[in-house]
């Protein structure tokens, strides 16, 4: 007896499921798409190239010196004094040393700036999908998927209110 129990209601909750699951929606969010085409993180990018376009252009110039230096040093190695060769060779190591810290320090610089835009990016893209999941109703909206239907995909929404300054 107990054993039929058990079954019907079970039964019944199966039965049950395809009820539930019609009144479930569900929606998607490209989060790189947002990063990409909201005029929020174009601007960011725009405005961390602009920042960081000095310090890159300084880069540059030493990487050029540096090459110069080395390929001088190669070329007239030969016909240098030995001391005139090492205080070079020690001049070329410096520099090299100088521009790896830097170099280094750009990077780091950059990343953090990068991380910086898209905690802010992200943070608005979630109220966003925050305010477009309770104005339609949305039981779960997903960031990351192996695969999506495009009829779930809400991006476009998410950038148009980022757009619009939500």
């Known amino acids: 007896m107990k054993m039929r129990s058990i079954l019907t209601a079970t039964f019944l909750t199966l039965a049950a499921l395809p ?9 998607y969010v490209d989060i790189q798409r947002v ?3 909201a005029p929020s993180a174009i601007k960011a990018a725009k405005d961390i190239e602009n920042e960081f376009s000095a310090r890159d252009k300084e880069l540059q110039a030493m990487a050029k010196r540096l090459q110069t230096m080395q390929e001088n040093l190669e070329r007239n190695a030969v016909t240098m004094s030995e001391s005139e060769r090492r205080n070079k060779e020690r001049e070329f190591a410096e520099v090299s040393r100088d521009f790896q810290r830097k170099q280094r320090e750009f990077r780091e610089d950059l990343s953090m700036r990068q991380s910086e835009e898209q905690a802010r990016i992200i943070e608005r893209a979630n109220k966003a999908v925050s305010t477009i999941a309770e104005n339609e109703k ?4 997903i960031q990351e998927a192996v695969w999506i239907n495009p009829a779930l995909d809400i991006t476009d929404r998410v950038i148009k209110a980022l757009s619009n300054g939500k």
């Not at 009820?19 to 929606?27: E, P, S, T």
């Not at 949305?138 to 909206?141: A, Y």
């Open 35 to 37: 990063f990409q085409q």
């Open 138 to 141: 949305f039981d779960l909206i």
């Open 19 to 27: 009820a539930l699951a019609v009144d479930f929606k569900v929606g």
